[in-house]
């Protein structure tokens, strides 16, 4: 695990450096209505790959063996479902320009129809390839997308292409991945469904269900800003959206995409299937939180530095998705538990029942605060489907909601501690430092009382990784200097 961990994470940080570099840059680059237009086009677009997906990918992971004649079937017919899809999504791109009244998102939804399909091509590949544990070449395939579209969006939105820039370059990306995976796991097509096991899609089933109703509610939010407010709002949302998954984008995938594997070969062995499930929560929480907490104390201050002044409408918005995040992360590692058990109903269930609580939630956000209601709305609704997909977790695993909330403790104690200092602190800076490096003071002040206060941590992951770096330096030979 400690390998595909290292591997997965030093690639795809590598790629997340330079996302992150290009990310600054084009934020200036591209209006708030750029981003507006591609973000909400690219929500329909998922959703419809949602909906055609089957499940197929989750099925594949986490089900049972399957002989390579089913695989070749069940690739056939991802890449016919995935043209169909692309059909379809280029012919609703006329309606999503109705509804959300810019001609624009149709335009886009045309391009990201051809990335649908493309993305279709390579479900069975990437599957097989996680299923299979091949992490480190799923690394690299990421890095080579990451560039690939990096360079794409740049050079285009540099050329004056607007949102153009972001749909072409994620064209651009996806095929090169998809052109990788074939050769990390060349598989060849059956067009003939015939004789694929009824069990695999009725598992499917309910992680379609699950998938399709988590990307309604996550999105929801967007599509009422889109309709009711305009392209800008909805822009405005997805900055955002960006500076508040940067930890689960950039750094919590790293232990998710490697973890279903594991979990999958644990789950008949309750003791450790337990420690996963602990230390991988105490490790994602960690990752999200802490970084996450900072911005919250700082947004006011990160925001307009980050992202431009023109994205100042985004401070509160900033602050409330941060703490959707975080209670999401936190259950992030028990859906994956639950995927893998008798308990994935109970979590699909759970994501059905959030849909109708999150129309009504961000509606009236929107209408009493608009972009600043939305996102605290989304604490709501992220706490409905947590909630009961911890229980079914706890369950499996045979762990109390009070060891749940240890798993926690590391991240909420570094967490205090660095607002204990950073708040107080702002008090007393002087306002003709500027925000610069008021910022910087800030930051290095909080990244000094955090690493204390992890270092001191009693027991987890941090005391775990402590007890090893102290291990390896003792055992560290002493150096001979020459006379």
């Known amino acids: 695990m400690r390998a595909g ?29 750029d981003y507006g237009v591609a973000g909400l086009a690219g929500t329909v677009a998922l959703w419809i ?26 690739h056939g017919l991802a890449i016919t479902v995935g043209l169909v899809a692309g ?88 095929i090169i991945n998809t052109l990788m995976l074939w050769r990390v796991h060349p598989i060849r097509p059956d067009f003939d469904p015939r004789g694929v096991p009824v069990g695999v899609f009725g598992r499917a089933r309910l992680v379609l269900m699950g998938s399709l109703a988590w990307q309604t509610y996550r999105n929801l939010d967007l599509w009422l800003l889109g309709r009711m407010l305009g392209a800008g709002a909805a822009g405005s949302l997805s900055a955002a959206r960006t500076l508040a998954y940067v930890p689960i984008e950039k750094l919590v995938t790293v232990i998710t995409s490697v973890a279903p594997g594991y979990l999958v070969a644990a789950r008949d062995d309750l003791p450790r299937l337990r420690m996963l499930f602990g230390s991988l929560t105490e490790a994602t929480f960690l990752a999200v939180a802490v970084p996450l907490s900072g911005l919250i104390l700082t947004a006011d201050l990160a925001v307009p530095i980050i992202l431009g002044d023109q994205w100042a409408d985004a401070i509160p918005a900033t602050r409330w998705l941060c703490v959707s995040v975080m209670i999401w992360t936190a259950s992030m590692i028990a859906t994956q538990l639950c995927q893998m058990t008798n308990k994935l109903r109970q979590t699909s269930l759970a994501s059905v029942v959030a849909v109708p609580i999150a129309a009504v939630a961000y509606f009236v956000g929107v209408k009493l605060a608009g972009l600043t209601g939305a996102a605290a709305a989304s604490v709501l609704v992220v706490s409905v489907v947590a909630v009961p997909t911890v229980q079914g ?79 390896k330096l003792r055992k560290r030979p002493p150096v001979v200097r020459s006379t």
């Open 49 to 74: 790959s949602v909906l055609a997906d089957f499940g197929l990918a989750g099925a594949i992971v986490l089900g049972d063996d399957l002989p390579r004649a089913v695989h070749r079937k069940l």
């Open 393 to 471: 977790a706890l369950v499996v695993s045979e762990t109390s909601w009070w060891q749940f909330f240890g798993f926690l403790r590391s991240a909420a104690l570094a967490s205090t501690a660095m607002a204990s200092v950073v708040l107080p602190l702002r008090m007393f800076l002087p306002g003709k430092l500027g925000p610069m490096l008021s910022l910087l003071i800030l930051v290095v002040a909080g990244a000094i009382v955090t690493a204390a206060a992890l270092w001191f941590t009693p027991s987890g992951v941090v005391a775990e990784a402590r007890e090893w770096l102290m291990g």
């Open 87 to 174: 059909v379809a999504l280029a012919g609703l791109g006329p309606a999503a320009a109705v509804f959300f009244r810019n001609d624009a998102v149709g335009k886009v939804a045309i391009v990201l129809a051809f990335v649908m399909l493309v993305d279709f091509a390579r479900v069975v590949p990437g599957a097989l390839a996680s299923r299979q544990l091949q992490y480190p070449e799923i690394a690299k395939c990421d890095l080579v997308r990451s560039l690939v579209q990096t360079s794409a969006v740049l050079l285009l939105a540099i050329s004056g292409f607007g949102f153009w820039s972001l749909a072409v370059g994620q064209l651009a990306g996806s």
């Open 5 to 33: 961990l290292a591997w997965t994470a030093g690639l795809r940080w590598t790629a997340q450096l330079l996302s992150w570099a290009s990310t600054l840059f084009l934020v200036r680059l591209l209006s708030r209505e």
